[in-house]
C-alpha cells in the first residue's frame, strides 16, 4: 500500500459578495507588451467586474495585476493534480482542456474517466491559478488567460497514494501541461510502501518534458521525494506569507531545495491560536472558487502553502506565455524575487510585476491588461514605487474594504493539513 498523500483540509464558502463603492485602479506600467489590449473595469461594472476582486488581496501583494500589462498566460496548460476541479463551475468550466481521474491507477495509460471534484481543495487552488476574469463573476486568476489540465489523484477524503500522484503527473504532462502544481503533502515522516514509490521519478519526468513542477512546501518532512528531501530535486518549492508578508507559521522548512520562493497562502489564527478562516479572520485567508456538496458556483476561502503553490504556478505560467524556456521562466522567477526573510536557499518573495519587467507605476495610470472569454475592462489600484511586498496606502483601503465586505460562512471546517 502506498503512503498517502492529503491536499490542506480546511475550506469555507463565502457568503454574498459585497462591492466595493470606490473605484480601484490597476496601474498598467508601460505600453502593453506581447500584443495584450490595454483595458479597464470600475467596481460599477458589474458585467465584467469581478465580484470578490477586491478581497483578492494575494493578486495586489504579487503584483499580478500590474503583470498582466505585459502577460495574461495565455494557453499556457497548467497541470492540477489534487482532487479534481468542479468542472462546471462559472469561473473554471471554459478553462479546463484536459482531466481524467487516477485514482487507483498504476501508470498515467490507466487515468481515465471523470476529474469532477468531490472535496473542494483541487477546485480552489484551479480558481487562484486560472480563474476566468473580467466575467463579472467571481474571482480573477493569477493567469487569467492560462488553460487546466486536471487529474484528480485524491478522493473525496482528500486521500491518496504516492504511485496514483506519480500517474497523475505523467498524464498531465503527457496531455501537454507545462506547469505541474502539487498542493500535497505526505501523512507522517517516513514514506512507506514498495521501494521506489515516491514522485521523485514523476517529477523528473515532468522537468524532462518540459513541465516546471511546483511544489507546497506544507508542514512536514518531505518525504514523499526520498531520503534527500528536496535536495537536487528539478522543482520549484513553495512556502506560504501572511497578508502583511510575513512568513506564515504554518509554512514547512524549504532547506535543500534547488529553487525555493513564499507567496501569500494567508495566515489567520482565532483565539486559540489555531488556524481559522472563520467569519472576519476570513480577510487574511485567500478567496478562490470552492466546491461544496449540493451547491453549484460556490466560493471558498483557505490558508495554507497550497495556496502559495497555486500563485507561484500562475506567475510561471505568465513567464512561459512570453516566450522563455521552462528553465529560463525559472531563473527570472528567482532572481526577480523581493529579499525576504524565508530562510536559507529561499529567493524571497514572487513579485509576477518584476518578473514580466513590467514596472511599478503610481496613480492615474491606465488600467492593467487581461484577456478571458468575457470582454476584460480590468481595474486599477495604486501601486507603490517600492516592489513585491510593499503596498500602497491605498492598498490599506482594499484590506478595510475586505473587513467590511467579505462574510465567510462555515460550510465545512476538518483540522487542517496546513498544505
Given at each position: 500500500?502506498g503512503?498517502?498523500?492529503?491536499p490542506?483540509?480546511?475550506?469555507?464558502?463565502?457568503?454574498?459578495?459585497?462591492f466595493?463603492a470606490?473605484?480601484?485602479?490597476?496601474?498598467?506600467?508601460?505600453?502593453?507588451?506581447?500584443?495584450?489590449?490595454?483595458?479597464?473595469?470600475?467596481?460599477?461594472?458589474?458585467?465584467?467586474?469581478?465580484?470578490?476582486?477586491?478581497?483578492?488581496?494575494?493578486?495586489?501583494?504579487?503584483?499580478?495585476?500590474?503583470?498582466?500589462?505585459?502577460?495574461?498566460?495565455?494557453?499556457?496548460?497548467?497541470?492540477?493534480?489534487?482532487?479534481?476541479?468542479?468542472?462546471?463551475?462559472?469561473?473554471?468550466a471554459?478553462?479546463?482542456?484536459?482531466?481524467?481521474?487516477?485514482?487507483g491507477?498504476?501508470?498515467a495509460?490507466?487515468?481515465?474517466?471523470?476529474?469532477?471534484?468531490?472535496?473542494?481543495?483541487?477546485?480552489?487552488?484551479?480558481?487562484i491559478i486560472?480563474?476566468?476574469?473580467?466575467?463579472?463573476?467571481?474571482?480573477?486568476?493569477?493567469?487569467?488567460?492560462?488553460?487546466?489540465?486536471?487529474?484528480?489523484?485524491?478522493?473525496?477524503?482528500?486521500?491518496?497514494?504516492?504511485?496514483?500522484?506519480?500517474?497523475?503527473?505523467?498524464?498531465?504532462?503527457?496531455?501537454?501541461?507545462?506547469?505541474?502544481?502539487?498542493s500535497?503533502?505526505?501523512?507522517?515522516?517516513?514514506l512507506?510502501?514498495?521501494?521506489g514509490?515516491?514522485?521523485?521519478?514523476?517529477?523528473?519526468?515532468?522537468?524532462?518534458?518540459g513541465?516546471?513542477?511546483?511544489?507546497?512546501?506544507?508542514?512536514?518532512?518531505?518525504?514523499?521525494?526520498?531520503?534527500r528531501?528536496y535536495g537536487?530535486?528539478?522543482?520549484?518549492?513553495?512556502?506560504?506569507?501572511?497578508?502583511?508578508g510575513?512568513?506564515?507559521?504554518?509554512?514547512?522548512s524549504?532547506?535543500?531545495?534547488?529553487?525555493?520562493?513564499?507567496a501569500?497562502?494567508?495566515?489567520?489564527?482565532?483565539p486559540?491560536?489555531?488556524?481559522?478562516?472563520?467569519?472576519?479572520?476570513?480577510?487574511?485567508?485567500?478567496?478562490?472558487?470552492?466546491?461544496?456538496?449540493?451547491?453549484a458556483?460556490?466560493?471558498?476561502?483557505?490558508?495554507?502553502?497550497?495556496?502559495?503553490?497555486?500563485?507561484?504556478?500562475?506567475?510561471?505560467?505568465?513567464l512561459?506565455?512570453?516566450?522563455?524556456?521552462?528553465?529560463?521562466?525559472?531563473?527570472?522567477?528567482l532572481a526577480?524575487?523581493?529579499?525576504?526573510?524565508?530562510?536559507?536557499?529561499?529567493?524571497?518573495?514572487?513579485?509576477?510585476?518584476?518578473?514580466v519587467?513590467?514596472?511599478a507605476?503610481?496613480?492615474?495610470a491606465?488600467?492593467?491588461a487581461v484577456?478571458?472569454?468575457?470582454?476584460?475592462?480590468?481595474?486599477?489600484?495604486?501601486?507603490?514605487?517600492a516592489?513585491?511586498?510593499?503596498?500602497?496606502?491605498?492598498?490599506?483601503?482594499?484590506v478595510?474594504?475586505?473587513?467590511l465586505?467579505?462574510?465567510?460562512?462555515?460550510?465545512?471546517?476538518?483540522?487542517?493539513?496546513r498544505?
Amino acid at each position: 500500500m502506498g503512503a498517502a498523500v492529503r491536499p490542506a483540509r480546511r475550506l469555507r464558502r463565502l457568503g454574498a459578495a459585497s462591492f466595493a463603492a470606490v473605484l480601484l485602479t490597476l496601474a498598467a506600467a508601460s505600453p502593453t507588451g506581447a500584443g495584450v489590449p490595454a483595458v479597464r473595469e470600475d467596481a460599477s461594472d458589474r458585467a465584467t467586474y469581478d465580484p470578490y476582486f477586491s478581497q483578492q488581496w494575494a493578486l495586489t501583494a504579487i503584483g499580478a495585476p500590474w503583470a498582466w500589462t505585459r502577460s495574461v498566460g495565455e494557453g499556457v496548460r497548467v497541470g492540477i493534480v489534487d482532487t479534481g476541479v468542479d468542472l462546471h463551475h462559472e469561473d473554471l468550466a471554459g478553462k479546463v482542456v484536459a482531466s481524467a481521474a487516477c485514482i487507483g491507477a498504476r501508470s498515467a495509460a490507466a487515468c481515465g474517466g471523470s476529474a469532477q471534484d468531490d472535496d473542494g481543495h483541487g477546485t480552489l487552488v484551479a480558481g487562484i491559478i486560472a480563474a476566468d476574469t473580467a466575467n463579472g463573476r467571481g474571482v480573477a486568476g493569477v493567469a487569467p488567460g492560462a488553460l487546466l489540465v486536471v487529474a484528480k489523484a485524491l478522493d473525496a477524503e482528500g486521500s491518496g497514494t504516492v504511485v496514483n500522484v506519480a500517474s497523475a503527473i505523467r498524464w498531465v504532462v503527457d496531455h501537454g501541461a507545462r506547469v505541474v502544481n502539487l498542493s500535497l503533502q505526505a501523512d507522517g515522516a517516513a514514506l512507506s510502501g514498495p521501494p521506489g514509490e515516491v514522485l521523485v521519478d514523476a517529477v523528473e519526468y515532468a522537468w524532462r518534458h518540459g513541465a516546471i513542477p511546483v511544489i507546497a512546501a506544507g508542514n512536514t518532512a518531505p518525504s514523499v521525494f526520498g531520503a534527500r528531501g528536496y535536495g537536487g530535486l528539478d522543482a520549484v518549492i513553495v512556502g506560504a506569507t501572511g497578508r502583511s508578508g510575513e512568513l506564515a507559521w504554518y509554512s514547512g522548512s524549504l532547506a535543500g531545495a534547488r529553487w525555493a520562493v513564499v507567496a501569500p497562502g494567508g495566515d489567520a489564527r482565532g483565539p486559540a491560536g489555531t488556524a481559522s478562516c472563520a467569519a472576519a479572520l476570513a480577510v487574511d485567508c485567500i478567496v478562490s472558487t470552492g466546491w461544496f456538496p449540493g451547491r453549484a458556483n460556490a466560493y471558498a476561502v483557505d490558508e495554507g502553502t497550497s495556496m502559495a503553490a497555486a500563485a507561484v504556478s500562475g506567475v510561471l505560467a505568465l513567464l512561459l506565455a512570453r516566450g522563455l524556456s521552462p528553465a529560463a521562466a525559472v531563473d527570472r522567477l528567482l532572481a526577480t524575487a523581493d529579499p525576504s526573510p524565508c530562510g536559507a536557499g529561499c529567493a524571497g518573495a514572487v513579485d509576477a510585476a518584476r518578473a514580466v519587467g513590467a514596472a511599478a507605476v503610481g496613480p492615474g495610470a491606465a488600467g492593467a491588461a487581461v484577456v478571458g472569454p468575457a470582454t476584460a475592462r480590468l481595474a486599477a489600484v495604486p501601486r507603490a514605487p517600492a516592489a513585491g511586498w510593499r503596498l500602497a496606502a491605498g492598498v490599506g483601503v482594499l484590506v478595510a474594504l475586505a473587513g467590511l465586505c467579505l462574510r465567510g460562512a462555515a460550510a465545512r471546517s476538518r483540522p487542517s493539513r496546513r498544505s
